[in-house]
């Protein structure tokens, strides 16, 4: 079974930054679609960045585009959130997911295998 584990998270000013990471465990995940997503209390969860096996493309929420960078190091089994220029509406729990395969990264409903999450604070 896929097992993710997320870290980097934490309070942070409103301008900061903050790097995620996400390493697979028990599974390499170098096939699969990854992913961010974030959820804020009292709200639904978001999808915040997307990216196919090979790193070749990627997807973000029109709320983090130019701010976030989503990557992965496959021989590493982790994938990466590069969070700069925060604000305080990204205050979220940060939960990394991966798809059940390699294709149509961008449908969301194929992401299966979730982390725990880590939480992001940005104060004003």
């Known amino acids: 079974q896929v097992q993710l584990v997320e870290s980097g998270g934490g309070s942070v000013q409103a301008g900061g930054s903050l790097n995620l990471s996400c390493a697979g465990t028990?599974?390499?995940?170098?096939?699969?679609?990854l992913g961010w997503f974030r959820q804020a209390p009292g709200k639904e969860r978001e999808r915040v960045a997307a990216i196919y096996p090979d790193g070749s493309r990627t997807y973000y929420a029109g709320s983090v585009k130019g701010r976030f960078t989503i990557s992965r190091d496959n021989a590493k089994n982790t994938l990466y959130l590069q969070m700069n220029s925060l604000a305080p509406e990204d205050t979220a729990m940060y939960y990394c997911a991966a798809a059940r395969d390699g294709d149509w990264c961008f449908d969301f409903s194929r992401y299966m295998y979730w982390g725990q999450g880590t939480q992001v604070t940005v104060s004003s």
């Open positions: 028990r599974y390499t995940y170098s096939r699969n679609c």
